[in-house]
């Protein structure tokens, strides 16, 4: 129901490419280490702000002082696993993971303003808790040559707990696609 209920809301600019099964993240900034991701594992959108094209919070001013206002996680997704609905903000790092948790806690603000606003209108029934929503902080992968054939989307590490509110918030090195199943099995 919500990744429909996404899908008639979220512009066709802002979603992201799409390779087979794949949903393609990536990273325009130059001097980003960490290029690409591929998501796979469920029924999915995904879609990104971080459009350096297209103005996506118009109503804020470009150039404010008001620090982290226009800051956005490089990917947003609405999955549906297993007959329930689930909500992920995907930031990629190239080095320390610095600012991704405010970037995180940003993209569920988001959600559940989107959320909200669907529910008040009739179009949303389900609600929006800490259990359905978790954060991905993807980092580069590293610089030496792989040892033989392994599966590291299958090696998800245990999540740590935000400090804004009750919910996950996974740190992925070394995944050059991430397997949402596996994630959310992890929660």
């Known amino acids: 129901m919500s990744v429909a209920l996404f899908q008639d809301l979220i512009a066709g600019e802002f979603l992201l490419e799409r390779r087979g099964a794949k949903w393609i993240v990536v990273e325009t900034h130059k001097d980003a280490a960490n290029k690409e991701v591929g998501i796979v594992g469920c029924q999915m959108l995904v879609f990104s702000l971080d459009q350096t094209e ?3 919070l118009p109503f804020i001013k470009d150039n404010t002082n008001k620090r982290g206002m ?4 490089d ?3 609405v999955a549906s696993f297993n007959d329930k609905t689930y909500f992920c903000a995907l930031d990629m790092k190239s080095g320390k993971a610095s600012n991704a948790r405010k ?4 993209a569920r603000h988001l959600f559940i303003w989107l959320l909200g606003l669907a529910k008040l209108h009739g179009h949303w029934v389900g609600e929006f808790n800490d259990d359905c929503f978790f954060g991905i902080i993807h980092l580069a992968p590293r610089k030496q ?3 033989g054939t392994t599966r590291r989307d299958t090696q998800v590490p245990k999540p ?11 740190t ?16």
Request: glycine share 2%; hydrophobic share 40%; proline share 5%.
């Open 172 to 187: 992925l090195p070394n995944h050059p696609t991430i397997n949402l199943s596996h994630i959310i099995a992890r929660l």
């Open 54 to 56: 297209l103005n996506s």
């Open 70 to 73: 226009r800051s956005v996680c």
């Open 75 to 77: 990917a947003m997704i």
């Open 103 to 106: 970037q995180i806690e940003s």
């Open 145 to 147: 040559e792989a040892k």
């Open 160 to 170: 740590a707990k935000s400090h804004w509110g009750d919910y996950r918030i996974f």
